[in-house]
């Protein structure tokens, strides 16, 4: 065995003149027989293990310890579970693995929907612990972490109601409940009979309006306002004993900061709140009025004056910081109590920064169940068949404006199972895509509508019904299937030209050449396609299609000062993974379609579709009410 130790022999951890080549004479030793060529074979062995050693011992001598990487956390509630996801604040990669946990949706009624709020603190509890403990590491690595901030997203209008100790009196109503139909329709009732009594225009009467459809309405059941109005009218007791009414948002926040704020995003996009009004509230002075911004004097039409003294008394705007970790939550989480906590938004807005789409002209598309169009402009435009355009958001120097299809991806998926038949196999989408794609531009004469669940923009029609016009016994199941794939894209297409209408009416807006595109249509190659051809514009992908976390990470990157602003992040956290062109002949075939088939097929059947919802397949006189069936034209419903 060859002593390392012996005292005969050089150690190079000490006298470090590295390397030593064969032949050399070490320095620092001028006796010949430390000459590697006259070194017997032991010797010269135990001569290399010590100059590897001392290499090594130099090496970490001259060293320091790598930085610790700076980490930010994403968190997403959404309608079923509740995510969360580590990054790195610098570059936006992925750190470890998203968990989610899913809560509890109840349904005491048809048409409700409630889940409780304890529940989304410590599932979100569980999602964050579980995100941490996946960061990579191992007993070797010298890799450490810097936990610097946490931002969250969640559903819109899931409208809370708290105590005087800030506990929820009753579960939440859920975005998707629509129990205060009868409500939102009452907002709009009122209003129009006020403006009519004054002899005037109900933009002059009630400006708050304008962002439904330019005042025409109609006002989402799922919003704030109609919400409250329930509660009050229905449950009084409740009503009465809330010192907050808020949302998902507001209540997440306060458990993590034990501060009550609303998301600047939230309250220009649903709560009927000028957005740049109630920003610059935060840093008046002198803050003589308490309600800039809110909209009073509908809140006074409508009986609801006492709500403005229920809803958060500040708000923030998305990416600002609202406080540290609570000693609580930081035990809760396990994280640092200086851990900051950054203001999210609605998760398909928040989704929008994470697309990087923060800059006027930007037009990005969310696809899942339904179809999301977010256009951001320079002014709050607004026209009828379009949402918005919101003062302050998604971001508080910005404007958007949205449209929406009610039923896209799950159309989609409805005329699968419908050509598969009874059972539980399903032909599989590939197949579907394969078989449509051999199909000509227009389906040899088949036109759909894809409004099976309504119209939301830009014709907002809740009594719409779908439609295929033009079937012949030549047509096949690959015919319907790709038909119904250019019918969304058509609707699309109309959603997008509205947007840009309306926008360009007060300056000079670009045209929204390219659009970038999440969720569920990323992953057919065919449909892809098609929405760039019947568009005629270029579809982005992004490397994270995951627009929601991702844009909780951009956003608490600013709040940690990571990033100088939201602008910078972006650049430096989103990466475009491919474009998608329109294809010039096939965009010809299908502007002629557009213009020639389906924008005439639509008006063409509109009271056909008004009859039916009066029969609804059968004598409408016989065994029920006189009450047509109302699917409320959401704008939140799109999934990622």
């Not at 609707?491 to 000079?508: H, I, K, M, N």
């Not at 579709?609 to 065994?623: K, L, N, P, Y």
Request: with cysteine; charged share 20%; proline share 6%.
């Amino acid at each position: 065995m060859v002593d390392i130790n012996n005292n005969n022999l050089p150690c190079t951890c000490q006298h470090q003149q590295l390397p030593v080549q064969l032949g050399q004479t070490i320095a620092g030793y001028p006796n010949e027989k430390y000459n590697l060529y006259n070194m017997s074979a032991q010797n010269a062995l135990a001569l290399l293990i010590c100059l590897i050693v001392g290499s090594i011992n130099l090496c970490f001598a001259n060293s320091s310890p790598p930085s610790p990487i700076d980490v930010v956390i994403g968190v997403d509630g959404g309608t079923e579970s509740i995510r969360a996801c580590c990054f790195n604040a610098q570059s936006g990669q992925i750190l470890g693995q998203s968990h989610a946990v899913p809560y509890v949706t109840s349904h005491p009624h048809p048409g409700w929907a409630e889940q409780s709020p304890t529940d989304w603190y410590d599932n979100m509890v569980a999602a964050v612990r579980r995100a941490v403990d996946s960061l990579p590491s191992s007993s070797s690595s010298t890799t450490s972490y810097n936990i610097r901030a946490i931002c969250c997203d969640t559903t819109c209008c899931s409208v809370v109601a708290l105590a005087h100790d800030h506990t929820p009196l009753r579960p939440c109503l859920l975005w998707m409940d629509a129990r205060s139909a009868t409500q939102a329709k009452q907002i709009m009732d009122v209003a129009n009979e006020i403006a009519s009594s004054l002899d005037t225009d109900i933009l002059k009467a009630f400006p708050e309006l304008r962002v439904n459809c330019n005042g025409e309405g109609p006002i989402s059941a799922e919003w704030l306002l109609p919400k409250a109005m329930w509660i009050k009218q229905h449950e009084p007791d409740v009503y009465e004993n809330a010192e907050i009414i808020c949302e998902y948002q507001d209540y997440l926040n306060y458990r993590l900061t034990g501060k009550m704020v609303a998301s600047g995003c939230n309250v220009a996009a649903r709560w009927h709140h000028d957005g740049w009004d109630v920003l610059e509230k935060n840093h008046d002075s002198d803050d003589n009025d308490g309600n800039k911004g809110r909209p009073m004097k509908l809140y006074e039409a409508l009986g609801m004056k006492d709500l403005a003294a229920k809803l958060p008394k500040k708000t923030l705007a998305m990416g600002d910081v609202i406080g540290t970790l609570t000693e609580q939550a930081a035990i809760d989480l396990n994280l640092p109590k200086e851990t900051l906590v950054v203001q999210g938004g609605p998760d398909a807005f928040v989704g929008m920064i994470g697309l990087g789409t923060i800059r006027p002209g930007q037009l990005c598309l969310i696809t899942g169940s339904s179809h999301l169009h977010c256009l951001i402009t320079k002014q709050p435009t607004s026209a009828p068949g379009t949402w918005g355009a919101y003062r302050g958001a998604p971001l508080a120097d910005t404007c958007f404006a949205e449209g929406g299809q009610s039923s896209t991806g799950s159309l989609v998926r409805w005329v699968r199972d419908v050509v598969s038949g009874p059972g539980d196999e399903k032909i599989s989408y590939k197949v579907l895509d394969d078989e449509a794609a051999a199909i000509p531009p227009g389906s040899d004469g088949l036109v759909a509508l894809e409004t099976w669940q309504g119209s939301r923009t830009p014709h907002t029609d809740p009594l719409a019904r779908g439609s295929f016009a033009g079937l012949t016994l030549a047509h096949s199941r690959a015919h319907m299937f790709r038909s119904i794939l250019e019918a969304v894209c058509y609707g699309t297409r109309a959603c997008f030209d509205a947007l840009e209408t309306a926008a360009s009416q007060r300056s000079d807006m670009p045209n929204a050449h390219e659009v970038v595109i999440a969720g569920g249509a990323t992953r057919s190659p065919l449909w892809l396609q098609l929405h760039a051809d019947v568009t005629g514009r270029s579809f982005l992908i992004n490397e994270n299609t995951d627009g929601p976390l991702l844009g909780c990470a951009i956003l608490a990157s600013v709040g940690a000062g990571i990033h100088a602003s939201v602008d910078d992040a972006v650049e430096n956290m989103i990466r475009r993974e491919r474009k998608i062109e329109p294809r010039e002949d096939v965009r010809k075939v299908y502007d002629r379609l557009y213009k020639e088939l389906y924008l005439k097929l639509r008006p063409g059947v509109k009271e056909v579709f008004h009859a039916i919802s009066e029969v609804r397949g059968g004598d409408a006189s016989e065994g029920r009410d006189n009450q047509p069936y109302i699917i409320s034209p959401s704008l939140l419903a799109a999934d990622w």
